[in-house]
């Protein structure tokens, strides 16, 4: 990616960030025992769930909030489900799953068959990547900690093959990260206008705002080449054991205005290369979450294809 095109795609989503900003109802209070710093959103959060329920993080040192939306069999039934783990975007929270309209949409595609009837997590990680960093190990908190509470909290499938990570953007860019270090966690990752650049982000480039902030926040200020390139998904898919890794779909918007299907093609190449097998289309769409919807079915018929059932 040209340094023009990153500063076109840093600046386009500095105008959406601002516009969510003005356009986005107040955030609610984080829950009783929740610190602002965990939950992480800062002033343009999107509102808490009213399923929200917290576990104590040891990898954080911090409740940390998430939901677990259960399936609509799961008081009626004995059995152990799958489970998706779900990662939301930059300026989100756990409550996304429900507030962008997927949760319905999900459970229509349960009830059609083309999704898997499973427990779907989604969890707190702020403006963090998901990755384990000076601000806090958000990697450890998702493959260790929530991973672990789940598993005692509800009937789950407790096994690699029957957990799916699924990631938005930012999420997508975490889901990928955690695919390829800690591919024993997960059985198949899928992800949607995955958070992939080609070259650092820098203001040179036209990175400005809150997702400069975030980006420093993780990599240092100036982002570190070194700290940058250790956690990113375009690195470690060079170096991931091929046997090992989870099954993998991704996919992104052809007029994606970040410029993102670029990473994601590059994503694409360098797995075909390694032989790693991967389902991966460009489709028609921007970045948001109505292009998510429109390939919704696609990524969930692939985790239910993959994902074990008992």
């Known amino acids: 990616m040209k340094t023009f095109e990153i500063r076109a795609a840093l600046a386009a989503l500095l ?15 984080p829950p009783q025992g929740q610190p602002q710093g965990a939950q992480g959103m800062g002033p343009r959060a999107m509102p808490a769930s009213e399923k929200a329920k917290t576990f104590d993080s040891k990898s954080l040192g911090a409740p940390v909030t998430y939901v677990a939306y ?29 507030r962008r309209g997927l949760a319905p949409q999900y459970d229509e595609l349960v009830k059609s068959g083309v999704a898997p009837n499973a427990i779907v997590v989604t969890v707190d990680g702020g403006n963090n ?32 093959e029957g957990r799916a990570l699924l990631g938005v953007s930012m999420g997508g860019y975490g889901a990928l990260n955690i695919a390829f ?14 958070m992939l650049l080609t070259e650092i982000p820098t203001i040179e480039a ?9 980006f420093t926040g993780v990599f240092g200020e100036p982002v570190d080449p070194a700290v ?19 099954a993998l779909y991704f996919d992104c918007g052809g007029q994606d205005r970040y410029g993102l299907f670029k990473g994601n093609e590059a994503l694409h190449t360098i797995l075909d290369g390694r032989k790693i097998a991967n389902d991966f289309s460009i489709s028609p769409g921007d970045h948001g979450y109505e292009f998510v919807k429109s ?16």
């Open 206 to 214: 036209g990175a400005r705002g809150g997702q400069m902030r975030a």
């Open 181 to 194: 270090s800690r591919p024993e966690v997960f059985g198949v990752v899928a992800t949607h206008s995955a």
């Open 129 to 160: 990547l998901f990755v384990n960093s000076g601000k806090g190990k958000y990697q450890d908190m998702v493959t260790k900690d929530l991973v672990e509470h789940i598993d005692k909290t509800y009937r789950t499938i407790a096994k690699r």
């Open 15 to 29: 105008i959406a960030a601002t516009a969510s900003a003005q356009s986005a109802p107040p955030p609610a209070t």
């Open 228 to 246: 940058w390139k250790a956690d990113d998904p375009l690195e470690l898919a060079k170096t991931v054991d091929p046997k090992k890794a989870p």
């Open 70 to 98: 259960l399936p609509a069999d799961y008081e009626t039934s004995k059995a152990s489900y799958p489970v998706i783990y779900a990662l939301h975007g930059m300026f989100e929270n756990s409550a996304f799953w429900e």
């Open 295 to 310: 390939v919704f079915p696609k990524s969930l018929a692939f985790l239910k294809a993959k994902l074990a059932t008992k």
